[in-house]
Nanobody, 124 residues
Framework: QVQLGESGGGLVQAGDSLRLSCAAS????????MGWFRQGPGKERQFVAA????????YYADSVKGRFTISRDNAKNTVYLQMSGLKPEDTAVYYC?????????????????WGQGTQVTVSS
């Protein structure tokens, strides 16, 4: 069982940066691929970024590529999402998720554990 808790969300202006953190409980964090997803108002949940258990492999949605960076610190059981050049369309609840596998994935149904989410609001 893995429990996840996101933090770092908030209200920012367009062009600003923000770093989200996701702290994981449990002894298997270094075995879990991790991901970030988001759900904007009136929208379906969408993939943002994912990272393999080692951190060597990362995937990004086209909409955030070049602006967002996912990373992890296995010693701290934490995964991060550094967001820069934020746009109003990035406004969403951001969720951290963990897989019962080491390889990263784009697909939300492949993630077994989910956090409660953290709100990111970007004003224009």
């Amino acid at each position: 069982q893995v429990q996840l808790g996101e933090s770092g969300g908030g209200l920012v202006q367009a062009g600003d940066s923000l770093r989200l953190s996701c702290a994981a409980s449990g002894r298997t964090f270094s075995s879990n691929a991790m991901g970030w997803f988001r759900q904007g108002p009136g929208k379906e949940r969408q993939f943002v970024a994912a990272i393999s258990r080692s951190g060597l492999y990362t995937y990004y949605a086209d909409s955030v590529k070049g602006r967002f960076t996912i990373s992890r610190d296995n010693a701290k059981n934490t995964v991060y999402l550094q967001m820069s050049g934020l746009k109003p369309e990035d406004t969403a609840v951001y969720y951290c998720a963990a897989r019962n596998a080491g390889s990263a994935s784009y697909y939300d149904h492949e993630f077994a554990y989910w956090g409660q989410g953290t709100q990111v609001t970007v004003s224009s």
